[in-house]
């Protein structure tokens, strides 16, 4: 499967226009709905596979790489199939845009390439030539459109990017624009200052105002295509959910529609540590690990009540201290050094309960969750004293060296990623697509890089992180909104020492988080892995959902849900009248093509094709 990928770099730029297949009045005809998003020097990984530096990490919405992390992020959640050229390292041509039979390898160009950026020489009327000759649109993005072809696609002329204080707001009727607040920025205090781009659009209709300069404008370039501009500060505009929902729509706007997925109103809620050795040995960390009773009585039973799903991220292997050596977790029934009973059997029972009533999901939480290394110095962490070595908390971090403050070497990191891997598999017949990191810890050097892994280990998310084959996103962003789901801890600490020590605060995270549905991990893979695509035909939609058997095996056995979004101009194209809608090539199914249609996906890996004619 490869929904995300860089478009391989070309030795020879060909520079000629595009003249092949000129558009007609039908040129949206079979136009394919994958995005092309152009960039240019913001990436920081030069091998094409991270965003998210960890630089940029705790500042990712200000680092250089804002705009790619925030673009990523929604293409990717939404469901939405994309590639990414980046400038810094390609020459364009033609065939970024075309197919060898001259035919449009995507619907819209999501251009967000500063042209006076370190990048390579550019023949930008290419771009130009792909819109006007291919009936590709394009969305052009904040001030990346300093360049005379640009700005002739788009009808503007550029003045200048400079700091203002005047609010985001609505200025013109318009699809795109359509159920936005009066206002896209809100909660931005009067002092707060923002970049506003200024442009002229003699040759487009404006939108969106900031002050009293344009910040959203479409062209009609031919009947289906169009060159969109959203103006704002390309550090800031997408943090503003309604910036994002305008995103959305000029998407379906220029393609003619979009299948994309909402996560509005749905939470992840996790468990951590189920497993674990630091219950028996950390001292600031200590409890009896839940018995099978506790399980059922403080969390199946509540989950069930409220039909709810636990994320529960555990440890399959358990440091033996005495044989100095890691066994499986669940076969370990022992009185610690503090004196306290430790049963993990029945915790393994419990938690074989929680799968069997539905109301646990079993990710990773890694191997141990300790440190692979626990005799050299300043070790060994074997046989010491309960207030010496054995209380130093860098010594239960799995994937980050914090007692000798240094990386875990990736081949070292593999191995334990896939053992518990394995083990997870053997000990409760589940396959974890999601790893969350103990304690939080990761490595960040290139070659360790423990996000990287988890991706080549075959997890789908890293510590709540996108993960595919391909591409790894390193933060997530738009947590609890219409663009990602929320992501919580349980009551009251995100462990079973919380279950374990106020065992009746879990149940009151229902009453704090009403109305949503909680879901797990697998789900959000599923739907951020699946590969969707389709294209417009004169009398109708094409769709194809292809989920791979690895990341979509929530979809096994579950039908999925998908929104289709359609434009006011592809629905008079194909008329009012009703249409049928055949799964599968089995039966037509009735339905009347409205602007949100939603579609339902028989369960099942593998292809599923559904037409609307």
């Known amino acids: 499967m490869n929904r995300h990928r860089t478009v391989p770099a070309l030795a020879l730029l060909l520079a000629a226009p595009l003249v092949a297949g000129a558009q007609t009045g039908q040129g949206w005809a079979n ?41 990523a992020t929604l293409l990717t959640s939404w469901g939405v199939p994309f590639d990414i050229a980046r400038l810094d ?69 550029y003045v200048g990017y400079n700091r203002s204080s005047d609010d985001l707001v609505v200025a013109g ?9 009066e206002r896209l920025d809100p909660d931005d205090p009067p002092t707060r200052h923002k970049r506003r781009v200024r442009v002229e659009a003699p040759g487009a209709d404006t939108l969106l105002r900031q002050g009293d300069w344009p910040q959203a404008t479409v062209r009609a370039v031919a009947p289906g295509t169009s060159a969109i501009w959203i103006g704002g500060d390309h550090q800031r505009m997408l943090d503003y959910p309604a910036a994002r929902t305008l995103l959305k729509r000029a998407l379906v706007w220029a393609v003619g529609f979009a299948v994309y997925r909402d996560w509005s ?88 309960a929680g799968i069997e009533a539905g109301v646990f999901e079993i990710q990773s939480h890694g191997w141990t969750h300790m440190q692979h290394d626990l005799v050299s110095e300043p070790g060994p962490w074997y046989g010491a ?21 240094r990386d875990v070497p990736g081949a070292q990191q593999l191995f334990h990623m896939r053992t518990s891997i394995r083990w997870i598999e053997r000990q409760f017949g589940v396959t974890p697509l999601h790893l969350r990191f103990g304690g939080g810890a990761d490595s960040t050097g290139y070659a360790d890089d423990t996000h990287l892994l988890a991706a080549r280990a075959g997890f789908g998310v890293a510590h709540g992180a996108w993960a595919g084959p391909e591409l790894v996103i390193r933060v997530p962003l738009f947590l609890g909104s219409a663009d990602a789901p929320a992501v919580i801890d349980s009551l009251p600490d995100g462990h079973d020492r ?15 988080w009403e109305g949503y549905r909680f879901i797990g ?30 990341y979509c095996r929530h979809f096994g056995e579950r039908a999925s849900s998908w929104t289709l979004h359609s434009a006011d101009w592809l629905r008079a194209t194909l008329g009012e009248a009703p249409r049928e809608l055949e799964t599968d090539g089995r039966g037509g199914v009735p339905i009347r093509l409205e602007e949100i249609v939603e579609l339902e996906v028989p369960a099942g890996t593998g292809r599923h094709e559904l037409r609307l004619r």
């Open 521 to 550: 991990w697998n789900e959000y893979v599923a739907y951020t892995h699946a590969d969707v695509a389709g294209a417009a035909t004169a009398d109708g939609l094409d769709l194809v959902f292809d989920y791979d058997p690895h």
């Open 385 to 405: 004293e309960l207030d010496g070595e054995r209380a130093e908390v860098g010594w239960y971090r799995e994937f980050h060296d914090e007692r000798r403050d």
């Open 498 to 512: 919380g279950v374990a020590r106020e065992p009746e605060a879990f149940a009151k995270v229902f009453a704090e």
């Open 31 to 71: 136009r394919p709905s994958r995005v092309l998003l152009v960039i240019g020097d913001q990436w920081l990984d030069p091998g094409s596979r991270l965003i998210g530096a960890p630089g940029v990490r705790g500042d990712a919405d200000q680092g250089p790489e804002a705009d790619l992390l925030q673009l």
């Open 173 to 181: 009727e318009h699809f795109i624009t359509r159920g936005l607040p």
């Open 89 to 157: 390292q390609e020459l364009l041509s033609r065939y970024h845009f075309l197919g060898p039979d001259d035919e449009p390898r995507y619907g819209a160009i999501v251009w967000a390439a500063d042209s006076e950026a370190q990048i390579r020489p550019q023949e930008l009327s290419l771009v130009r030539d792909a819109v006007e000759s291919h009936g590709i649109s394009l969305i052009a993005l904040s001030n990346r459109i300093r360049h005379p072809a640009l700005e002739e696609v788009l009808g503007l002329r």
């Open 265 to 352: 109103d749905r939470v992840i809620m996790q468990l951590d540590d189920p497993g674990g050795a630091q219950c028996a040995w950390l001292e600031h960390w200590h409890y009896p690990t839940l018995s099978e009773e506790q399980i059922v009585k403080r969390l199946i039973e509540p989950l069930k009540e409220h039909g709810a799903l636990l994320v529960v991220n555990l440890n399959p292997g358990f440091v033996n201290d005495e044989r100095r050596r890691v066994e499986p977790a669940w076969t370990q029934r022992f009185e610690d050094a503090f004196g306290t009973t430790q049963d993990y059997a029945s915790t393994h029972r419990g938690l074989l």
